[in-house]
């Protein structure tokens, strides 16, 4: 018998496995997810008797898309698995598409669907890589074709006004949050954030190189210590050779982040069991 609702996992904003996960159809297919996102976090949770889907959406578009093709993916989910709720574990700006969604449904009441919301590394205050990008590079990504949407909903400005309008509705909406956060030093960062572990260390201090420890835990009494040593790619399970530098080994960081998701998944039980 499953321990407490189905688990999604909802992923960011640029999905890097979205090559393999066309090929080898990796998403939701029971067996080997190592190339996955998530990478070997399903399999594991399933290990343990909970029952886990990962969510599918759009590539780097804004929360409007995102938060829309969030919903139809959990009423998916629900539907599938015979279930009364869900609970949302999401990386990065996954955990945006899930606040923006619970907020835009507080009429319907899907909302009341959803048991729990955890974050590792959302920027739920924004991030200054995305003032960054959008002040010295957004013409340039629109040149390209490239969408630009969702880089302006991480902006600092975009996620305080969020945050600003939603935060009364939120705080009272029955929903569980919590939220966890990584750091590391620069040396231990993947090699193609530590430019962006260099933007946001001088306003924000502590992060994982695209979020800050301050953004990531949103509000104190969500927030659950301690700061993980992990960078942005790390809170996935993926290892890169930046760890060595601290002598980690990809068994190791991929044992621990496993062991992460496990806390998480047996606190989900623990709080709201299955009857």
Request: glycine share 6%; net charge negative; charged share 25%.
């Amino acid at each position: 018998m499953a321990k407490t609702h189905p688990i999604v996992l909802a992923h960011g904003i640029a999905r890097f496995d979205a090559l393999t996960n066309r090929v080898f159809k990796i998403d939701n297919q029971d067996g080997d997810d190592g190339l996955h996102y998530f990478r070997y976090i399903r399999t594991h949770l399933q290990e343990h008797d909970f029952t886990v889907q990962h969510s599918h959406v759009e590539w780097a578009r804004g929360l409007d898309v995102r938060s829309k093709t969030l919903r139809r993916e959990v009423e998916r989910i629900l539907a599938e698995e015979h279930a009364e709720k869900v609970h949302i574990i999401a990386h990065s700006m996954g955990g945006l598409d899930t606040r923006r969604m619970l907020f835009d449904s507080r009429n319907d009441g899907l909302y009341k669907r959803v048991a729990s919301l955890t974050t590792l590394g959302t920027p739920h205050f924004g991030s200054p890589v995305a003032d960054f990008l959008v002040r010295n590079m957004g013409n340039l990504v629109s040149q390209f074709g490239l969408p630009i949407e969702g880089v302006q909903d991480l902006t600092t400005e975009a996620c305080r006004s969020f945050h600003d309008t939603a935060d009364a509705w939120e705080s009272n909406c029955g929903v569980r949050f919590r939220t966890y956060a990584g750091a590391q030093n620069v040396l231990h960062i993947f090699n193609p954030l530590k430019i962006a572990w260099g933007i946001i260390k001088p306003i924000e201090g502590d992060n994982d190189g695209l979020v800050s420890v301050k953004s990531a835990r949103w509000k104190t009494e969500y927030f659950v210590e301690p700061v993980l040593d992990a960078d942005h790619l790390n809170l996935l399970g993926w290892w890169d050779l930046s760890e060595l530098a601290q002598n980690v080994w990809p068994a190791e960081l991929e044992t621990r982040i496993k062991q992460v998701y496990l806390n998480i998944a047996n606190d989900l039980a623990a709080a709201l069991p299955l009857a």
